[in-house]
């Protein structure tokens, strides 16, 4: 019998086959540094975990509404809504067994089969893997190296639009490169959708984890809640990772139908689990900072270390937990021309497992530059430290 002809479809997060990789080797006896998962290996904070256990004893282990517990949607509303100077309630609010589901769901509400959604590339490759399973038209847009990061190219993007484009996803304080938008470029990506009638969706996975500045929500902008989707994610900000809770923050006509997708599809998020959320968002708060300085100290030294390096040339980003370093010079300075082969010694030598530029999304035309994506959240700073030390000493014989 044959499976699904959508399956072809089908991609995934390619971080975990760099994973199995590195677990091989690994297994091998070979020390490994892992820099390839954006996993956190912190704890998420106690009074977070007790709240969730009070939520098991007090009983809270059946079914719940689809759209999430009041009190948790309740928060989100108060809270993204006040760091972003939008007044939400908790009507507008869904809640979702991780950020992850948020992509698929949005696709699913707004898109229609042989509609086109443009999606950043590189970028997180579940966009492209769930706009062509549903039978969108995946059109990507690129990055344009700066002299202090990356910037959409703006003129791609409306080059790309036609009758038949229905939205856009828009990753600020981006997946794998770091980039953050100017106000002009945020506002420039708000007038394209505006002008054009499109749908949003702007993945925030990474708004709070922030080492330097203050960020913007691209939904603030004049014109634009009505039409965007916000992915919220419990992941990063509170170290929960494996607990898998998000929400989708959106209009009341989409929050809807996501709410009724949830239904069918897990009936809801995990019930004792949304008590932690609660208490997360409205309950001490102190572990934050104390991880992102953590956090910013693994950044601090990996930078260091990298541009220590013959070849290597890597921005500081003011947000999320990963670098993306060109290693042009440095793979042409050890004759090495496929950037995966480039990948794979560098395992073989040093044990540093890291994605590279592909793992992104396929490169597009023109492109010239080779990059590797470094993840710092889910290794300390001392195998940072000794790890980076190796590659170096590697990339400089």
């Known amino acids: 019998m044959a499976l699904a002809t959508r399956l072809d479809n089908l991609g995934t997060e390619t971080a975990f086959a760099v994973s199995l990789a590195a677990a091989e080797w690994g297994a091998k006896g070979n020390r490994i540094f892992p820099f390839h998962l954006g996993d956190i290996n912190l704890p998420t904070s106690s009074n977070i975990v007790e709240a969730m256990n009070r939520a098991i004893a007090d009983g809270k282990t059946g079914y719940c509404p689809g759209a999430g517990i009041p009190q948790l949607r309740e928060a989100l509303a108060a809270n993204v809504g006040g760091d972003r100077g939008l007044k939400f309630d908790a009507s507008n609010v869904v809640v979702q ?3 992850k589901p948020v992509i698929t769901k949005f696709i699913q509400t707004i898109m229609n089969p042989g509609d086109e959604v ?34 959409i190219d703006l003129d791609q993007i409306k080059s790309l639009i036609t009758p038949r484009t229905k939205a856009i996803v828009y990753n600020d304080l981006q997946n794998p ?3 953050e938008s100017t106000d002009a470029e945020r506002e420039a990506i708000a007038e394209i959708a505006i002008a054009n009638n499109l749908y949003v969706l702007s993945d925030e996975a990474y708004f709070e984890m922030r080492y330097e500045g203050k960020s913007k929500s691209i939904a603030s902008l004049d014109g634009m809640a009505e039409r965007t989707v916000i992915l919220y994610t419990f992941s990063k900000k509170f170290a929960m990772t494996g607990w898998r ?52 100290q693994r950044r601090d030294t990996a930078l260091d270390l990298l541009r220590q390096m013959p070849g290597v040339k890597v921005h ?27 990948a794979q010694q560098a395992l073989h030598a040093t044990g540093v497992s890291f ?7 396929r490169p597009q035309e023109g492109e010239k530059e080779q990059y ?10 001392s195998d940072i430290a000794d790890g980076l030390k190796l590659m170096g000493e590697w990339i400089a014989e």
Not at 267 to 292: K, R
Not at 317 to 342: C, H, Q, R, S, W
Not at 355 to 361: A, P, Q, S, V
């Open 245 to 296: 809770l998000g929400a989708a923050i959106a209009p009341k006509e989409i929050a809807d139908v996501i709410s009724k997708l949830n239904t069918n599809d897990e009936s809801c998020t995990t019930h004792f689990v949304q008590y932690g959320g609660v208490e997360a968002v409205t309950g001490d708060q102190s572990g934050v900072p104390i991880m992102l300085n953590t956090l910013k």
């Open 316 to 342: 500081t980003p003011e947000a999320g937990f990963y670098l993306f370093p060109d290693v042009t010079e440095a793979m042409a300075n050890k004759g090495i021309t496929d950037l995966g082969d480039f």
């Open 372 to 381: 590797i994506r470094l993840a710092f959240s889910g290794i300390d700073n």
């Open 97 to 99: 067994p991780g950020g």
């Open 118 to 151: 443009l999606y950043p590339n590189p970028g997180y490759p579940i966009y492209e893997s769930q706009i062509e399973y549903f039978g969108g038209i995946a059109k990507p847009y690129r990055y344009i190296p700066t002299g202090t990061g990356f910037s």
């Open 355 to 361: 994605c590279t530029r592909r793992h992104f999304g």
């Open 177 to 179: 490169n770091g980039a």
